[in-house]
């Protein structure tokens, strides 16, 4: 069984940063694609950002420019530097990775932007 635990949400002002960290613990032997997704109450979990491994990073298009996402796979570590926030990115931040052939979730990280 493998294990996402993400930190680094909290409470920003509008323009502020914010850098998320996911890591991975248990038995693992693969590691596919690395990302993170958001949600806010009433809507569906969108895609922010995703780094494949030996692919290209793929970003929504809201947060391209402001976002990056970076991984170790040594350290099984996924990371979300969030810049020039705004308050619409605020939501309940969840990474997803693929390992082992299989999907996992992390537990999520309130990030809110006060205008």
């Known amino acids: 069984q493998v294990q996402l635990v993400e930190s680094g949400g909290g409470l920003v002002q509008a323009g502020g940063s914010l850098r998320l960290s996911c890591a991975a613990s248990?038995?693992?032997?693969?590691?596919?694609?690395m990302g993170w997704y958001r949600q806010t109450p009433g809507k569906q979990r969108e895609l922010v950002a995703t780094a494949p491994s030996g692919g290209t990073i793929n970003y929504a298009d809201s947060v391209k420019g402001r976002f990056t996402i970076s991984r170790d796979n040594v350290k099984q570590t996924v990371h979300l530097e969030m810049n020039s926030l705004k308050p619409e990115d605020t939501a309940v931040y969840y990474c997803k990775g693929t390992f082992n052939f299989h999907e996992y979730w992390g537990q999520g990280t309130q990030v809110t932007v006060s205008s």
């Open positions: 248990g038995s693992i032997f693969a590691i596919s694609a």
